[in-house]
């Protein structure tokens, strides 16, 4: 899962969907295109929207996108254009490029939807944020499994 900063809206995908994953079966993390937050803690309203949906997201840190994560993941998924294409711009081939797709492409809607950023927003977004995300995954876990 992978998002501009890894503290709002990637670490809330990557809490989701590995809640509804087997977790000695799947492994779901998260990382920024950015370094800018890296080590930090999730955003506190990220924490506190996956908190009321019994999801702990607190103990993740930010973590750097980078060519590793290529080879250690079957499925890369931006949260929006723009990371999608800083991915884009590190695969090393045609195998890197189709691991990555648009969250929001899961979910049969109009193609190439976006998770908005709710950085500099309320906390409005950030339920906005994860209710799409929920629905997202929830279509990616019913296709893993
Ligand atoms: P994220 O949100 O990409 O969902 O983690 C952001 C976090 C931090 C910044 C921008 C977006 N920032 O500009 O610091």
Redesign the pocket.
């Known amino acids: 899962m992978v ?8 670490p809330l995908a990557e809490g989701i969907l590995q809640a509804k994953l087997d977790s000695n079966k799947y492994f779901v993390a998260s990382a ?1 295109t950015s370094s ?2 890296k080590g930090e803690q999730p ?1 506190p309203r990220s924490i506190r929207i996956a908190e009321k949906y019994n999801i702990d997201i607190s103990q993740q840190s930010s973590d750097h996108f980078s060519i590793n994560h290529f080879d250690a993941f079957d499925f890369i998924y931006a ?1 929006d254009q723009s990371n999608y294409k800083n991915i884009i711009k590190l695969a090393r081939n045609i195998s890197d490029k189709q691991k990555v797709k648009l969250i929001l492409d899961e979910l049969n809607l109009d193609k190439n939807l976006e998770v908005p ?3 500099y927003g309320g906390d409005q977004g950030f339920e906005n944020v994860f209710k799409m995300l929920n629905q997202a995954c929830e279509n990616i876990a019913l296709k893993l499994q």
């Open positions: 998002c501009l900063g890894n503290i709002c809206r990637s920024g800018h937050h955003d949260m950023d709710p950085y």
